[in-house]
């Protein structure tokens, strides 16, 4: 009995850790760098920041995220032709990341 309630905490924890997963995702468009985050359950992160960092991982730029969980900045292709990572951690205490690669960032700048 105790083996079988061990694992349904277990699985309890899990399936709750998961709910909660922030996801990130980043794109250039129109020149712009668009950075939209949400948590794996829709809701939208209430509060947090965006680090970017250049090809050498130096942190080039840090926003906080906006009431929409977005983040926009314009590119400046100096800085960033080599790839940027935009790093995401939010006031819940959740982080993640996303890669442009010089590729994302050449498209998006044409548009």
């Known amino acids: 009995m105790r083996r079988l309630l061990a694992i349904a905490a277990v699985v309890a924890f899990a399936s709750t850790a998961q709910a909660h997963q922030l996801n990130v995702f980043a794109f250039v468009q129109d020149g712009t760098v668009i950075v939209e985050t949400k948590f794996s359950s829709g809701k939208i992160p209430v509060s947090g920041e965006a680090r970017m960092l250049d090809a050498n991982s130096q942190v080039i730029l840090t926003l906080p995220l906006e009431e929409d969980g977005t983040v926009r900045f314009p590119l400046d292709l100096e800085v960033a032709s080599?790839?940027?990572?935009?790093?995401?951690?939010?006031?819940?205490?959740?982080?993640?990341?996303?890669?442009?690669?010089?590729e994302d960032i050449a498209n998006g700048s044409e548009n």
């Open 82 to 102: 080599g790839g940027m990572t935009i790093e995401v951690t939010t006031g819940e205490g959740h982080d993640d990341y996303w890669i442009l690669t010089p």
